[in-house]
């Protein structure tokens, strides 16, 4: 079992640095984090903000396949390169992530349950 901990963020960021972005990422720099989210606002994946990916610990659970949470840290790397538009350009970018429509399809089924209070245990320490 692998713990989703701070560092298999820091590798998936840098994975996709070299797999989507040529090195854009590091330039901006971009950093990412584990965040618990208030409950106010517990359906929300991640967000970005000056340089900051932050992905909702409730998806660091091990229900949620790597390529869902995967998905949710290339749409936020996406705001570090592109910009906060969710535009066409931003969703032609966002078509290259190899597993998106799975991604979505899992999502649309299984998020709610995820994210709701009570949902599955997290995978990392908070
Ligand atoms: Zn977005």
Do not use: Q
């Not at 900051?52 to 660091?60: A, C, F, G, M, T």
């Not at 840290?73 to 190899?98: N, Q, T, W």
Request: aromatic residues 12%.
């Amino acid at each position: 079992m692998t713990l989703r901990d701070r560092e298999w963020l820091d590798d998936a960021l840098a994975a996709f640095d070299l797999l989507y972005f040529e090195g854009a990422l590091a330039e901006v720099p971009v950093r990412i984090v584990w965040h618990t989210y208030r409950p106010a606002v517990t359906y929300t994946c991640g967000d970005y903000l000056e340089g900051r990916i932050r992905i909702n610990r409730r998806l660091s659970s091990l229900v949620v396949p790597d390529y869902v949470v995967l998905g949710t840290v290339y749409h936020e790397c996406l705001h570090a390169v592109v910009g906060m538009d969710h535009d066409i350009s931003f969703e032609l970018a966002e078509g290259r992530y190899v597993h998106r429509t799975k991604a979505a399809l899992w999502e649309a089924y299984h998020l709610d349950a995820v994210m709701r209070p009570g949902g599955p245990p997290c995978n990392t320490p908070p």
